[in-house]
């Protein structure tokens, strides 16, 4: 038995013994699964921002539910670079 959690104009998010994001207006095909809600929430998120994710679970999970012409147009995602303070951590004499 599974009942629909999140619905919006292109998806929806199914419970059953996990999530699944199915998008509407496709085939079934164009589905995939989550153990938890947030991650089902943040591929959404991804989607509408058209960024492609860095994590692998969630990139193989961006192609199944978008078309290979909707995933090229997206733009790879990209990590902060990380913040170096040059006035701490100097070395004295």
Do not use: C, W
């Not at 996990?18 to 998120?45: C, M, Q, T, W």
């Not at 994590?55 to 990209?78: C, G, I, L, S, W």
């Amino acid at each position: 038995m599974s009942h629909e959690v999140y619905s919006d104009e292109d998806f929806q998010i199914v419970k059953r013994r996990d999530y699944i994001v199915i998008r509407k207006n496709h085939p079934y095909e164009f589905h995939s699964h989550f153990h938890k809600y947030s991650g089902a929430r943040s591929l959404i998120k991804m989607f509408y921002k058209r960024i492609q994710p860095e994590d692998d679970y969630f990139n193989t999970a961006m192609k199944r539910v978008t078309t290979a012409e909707e995933f090229n147009n997206f733009v790879p995602q990209r990590r902060k670079q990380n913040y170096y303070n040059v006035n701490k951590g100097g070395k004295r004499r």
